[in-house]
């Protein structure tokens, strides 16, 4: 059975910085692309950044990049979001959600989130 | 960037009643469309990939049509268990995947 679980979220001051990271079990976490996916209190779904099966090729959203960084460590079946520079608007539940393919597709598992709060 | 629009934002209808919600792409995506559930405070879950196949292990009352830019998720016979907002997703442009803005569904 698929298990993705998420930590690291928390308070954090504007400007701050974050790392999450999503913690895989279930299948063969190498074969397959990887995103992170946030929703803003009472809004809707964003996708911020994706990558690769073999962590080769990462993709991000407008709205974050130059500011966050995403990775993963195949040998601990472990993906990963570096935050820098947080803003408010950036206060979200960050879900972390596998792709049916090795490169960006639709998402047949997500893990739980973790909420992310940026606030001084 | 591919934009996705969601229409209606909320609807409202009675058990039994057969529910349709529609998702417009900014350009042809060739059918890389996908449709999910949320019920509040849930991970999204999935309904439906590549338009109109349906995730395993998913009730046979969804299902998904439509291609080039409009695509339907219908609901053939509202159950209060379907009470939750359902987002459509592109995945044609895999450089930068966009979401639908969502549809709330409510039993009246």
């Known amino acids: 059975e698929v298990h993705l679980v998420e930590s690291g979220g928390g308070l954090v001051q504007p400007g701050g910085s974050l790392r999450l990271s999503c913690a895989a079990s279930g299948f063969s976490f190498s074969s397959y692309a990887m995103s992170w996916v946030r929703q803003a209190p009472g809004k809707g779904l964003e996708w911020v950044s994706g990558?690769?099966?073999?962590?080769?090729?990462?993709y991000y959203a407008d709205s974050v990049k130059g500011r966050f960084t995403i990775s993963r460590d195949n040998s601990k079946n472990t993906l990963y979001l570096q935050m820098n520079s947080l803003r408010a608007e950036d206060t979200a539940v960050y879900y972390c959600?596998?792709?049916?393919?090795?490169?960006?597709?639709?998402?047949?598992?997500w893990g739980q989130g973790t909420l992310v709060t940026v606030s001084s | 960037d591919i934009q996705m629009t969601q229409s209606p934002s909320t609807l409202s209808a009675s058990v039994g009643d057969r529910v349709t919600i529609t998702c417009r792409a900014s350009q042809t995506i060739n059918n890389w469309l996908a449709w999910y559930q949320q019920k509040p405070g849930k991970a999204p879950k999935l309904l439906i990939y590549k338009a109109s196949n349906l995730e395993s292990g998913v009730p046979s009352r969804f299902s998904g049509s439509g291609s080039g830019t409009e695509f339907t998720l219908t609901i053939s016979s509202l159950q209060p268990d379907d009470c939750a907002t359902y987002y459509c997703?592109?995945?044609?442009?895999?450089?930068?995947?966009?979401f639908g803005g969502g549809t709330k569904v409510e039993i009246k």
């Open positions: 990558i690769s099966g073999s962590g080769g090729s990462t």
């Open positions: 959600a596998k792709a049916e393919r090795q490169w960006l597709g639709h998402f047949d598992h």
């Open positions: 997703q592109q995945y044609n442009s895999y450089l930068v995947l966009t």
